[in-house]
């Protein structure tokens, strides 16, 4: 797939948890992606602690990469309550932040929708915990479904207003089980959420990538098949280049 010189080359990495010792050495482990991709994707957790400095060094780290960057905040990010201050500084350095916003290039004739959130804990399929009993583990609940509703609304932009050719989806928590299988069973349901993954497959996004499980698993699919990836640093080491060759007509749009 890697031969086909039509298809786009999505780079993405998360958990790059940015403090003073990556100073100076992230950008060799970056520099690569200007010649391997088209974009880079970064799903989340740029800080190690939601230090506004943290996310100054990754901002010096990625000068050195001149493709467009994508990317969502990750819980790390939230530490500090500096979170809207951390995407600032993102954003001044040319990285598009997601929070439900979505974001379309062009890309060798062909257009590449992005749309992404933070997302949240909750845990997946009828485990999926629910909204039932104190009010403190319904906020818990209502907060997965915030993001899920935005995700909802970014991918039904893209794909129903824009149409683009191909849709994207970032998240930093994992929306699927798959892909956190190898950390600890008891902490699934504070890795990620399902609900992530259902306006994936209602919108039938080409690609999820995520972060945050930085001992899971790093391949996995939604229940209707689209690939999810977990490119958390820890677990890939670097940049994990996805090709997008055919673009899908989505089922809801064919006669
Ligand atoms: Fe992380
Ligand atoms: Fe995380």
Redesign the pocket.
């Known amino acids: 797939m890697g031969e086909d010189r039509s298809a786009i080359r999505i780079a993405a990495i998360?958990?790059v948890?940015c403090y003073d010792e990556l100073q100076g050495r992230l950008r060799h482990e970056l520099e690569p992606v200007n010649d391997e991709a088209d974009v880079l994707v970064i799903a989340?957790?740029v800080t190690l602690n939601g230090k506004v400095e943290e996310a100054r060094i990754l901002t010096e780290e990625i000068s050195v990469v001149h493709i467009p960057i994508v990317g969502v905040l990750?819980?790390?990010d939230y530490e500090k309550n500096q979170e809207n201050a951390i995407a600032v500084e993102l954003s001044r350095a040319g990285v598009i932040v997601l929070d439900g916003h979505t974001f379309v290039m062009n890309c060798r004739g062909r257009t590449v929708g992005f749309t992404g959130v933070k997302g949240f804990c909750g845990g997946f399929g009828d485990r999926l915990v629910a909204p039932f009993g104190e009010l403190p583990l319904k906020d818990f609940v209502r907060a997965g479904q915030i993001e899920a509703n935005k995700l909802d609304a970014g991918l039904r932009t893209l794909r129903v207003t824009d149409s683009t050719d191909f849709v994207v989806a970032v998240v930093?928590y994992a929306p699927v089980r798959d892909t956190v299988i190898g950390e600890s069973p008891e902490l699934f349901p504070f890795l990620g959420n399902s609900s992530l993954s259902e306006p994936v497959d209602r919108y039938e996004a080409d690609v999820v990538f995520h972060?945050?499980a930085?001992y899971g698993s790093p391949v996995g699919r939604t229940p209707r098949g689209i690939p999810v990836y977990n490119v958390?640093?820890?677990l890939v080491r670097s940049f994990v280049v996805h090709y997008l060759a055919e673009s899908r007509v989505p089922s809801f749009a064919r006669s």
Request: charged content about 20%; hydrophobic content about 15%; aromatic content about 0%.
């Open positions: 998360a958990d948890h989340g957790d990750g819980n790390h930093h972060g945050h930085h958390a640093r820890p």
